[in-house]
């Protein structure tokens, strides 16, 4: 199991245990209510992967430019992946 798919797992887990402790969910087939909400958490994860992927991809496509100038690497991405989380409809 991959770290993405354990951490997707042990999440779905507290999830799942937590709403039915605060009784906002009845599940009847806690097995499958947690199957559902790792599928979410992992269709999550791999997007955000693909977006920090793609940013990287923008930023590798002008390294010269910014070799040129003085702008942290690091800020350059994060405001790269907002810009392609907003264009995309995804909440970082």
Not at 45 to 51: F, G, V
Not at 64 to 88: C, F, H, M, P, Q
């Amino acid at each position: 199991m991959s770290r993405r798919e354990d951490l997707a797992e042990r999440v779905a887990g507290a999830v799942v245990k937590r709403l039915r402790v605060k009784k906002l969910v009845d599940a009847k087939d806690e097995a499958k209510a947690q199957a559902a909400v790792r599928k979410v958490l992992l269709e999550n994860l791999q997007a955000e992967e693909r977006l920090d992927t793609d940013a990287r991809q923008i930023l590798q496509e002008h390294t010269k430019a910014i070799k040129d100038t003085a702008v942290d690497y690091r800020r350059l991405l994060s405001l790269v992946k907002g810009k392609l989380a907003r264009e995309r409809g995804f909440v970082l």
